[in-house]
């Protein structure tokens, strides 16, 4: 799976989370290197690097600047799933590493 220069926005989230669906994410991907940026909804900017394995998977780390002023850190996994339209739909697992810690659960979608 390659992700380069797609595009996703999330779908569903829990509540701990700083991204909606004006969040937009666009990936690249060099090799097994994945790198985004996103921006949209209560982020001002964001960024994450990860490595993708031969099924999809992503393991990634992530920092981004919401519209407060505070810089959050978190970790990721996220595995792909092909929809009946042929795009990737992404479920995540994810934990910040700065604030609360607290853990959440994100789906995003291609646009």
């Not at 390659?2 to 991907?29: D, G, L």
């Not at 792909?80 to 339209?85: G, H, L, R, S, V």
């Amino acid at each position: 799976m390659n992700y380069n220069n797609r595009k996703f926005r999330p779908v569903q989230n829990t509540e701990n989370a700083e991204t909606s669906n004006e969040t937009i994410f666009h990936y690249e991907q060099q090799g097994a290197i994945l790198t985004c940026t996103y921006s949209g909804g209560q982020i001002i900017k964001g960024q994450l690097i990860g490595q993708v394995d031969a099924y999809g998977n992503i393991d990634m780390r992530y920092h981004q600047i919401n519209k407060k002023g505070k810089f959050m850190t978190g970790i990721c996994t996220s595995r792909p799933e092909i929809m009946a339209n042929g795009k990737v739909r992404l479920h995540e697992n994810w934990q910040w590493t700065s604030g609360d810690l607290s853990k959440g659960h994100s789906i995003l979608e291609e646009i």
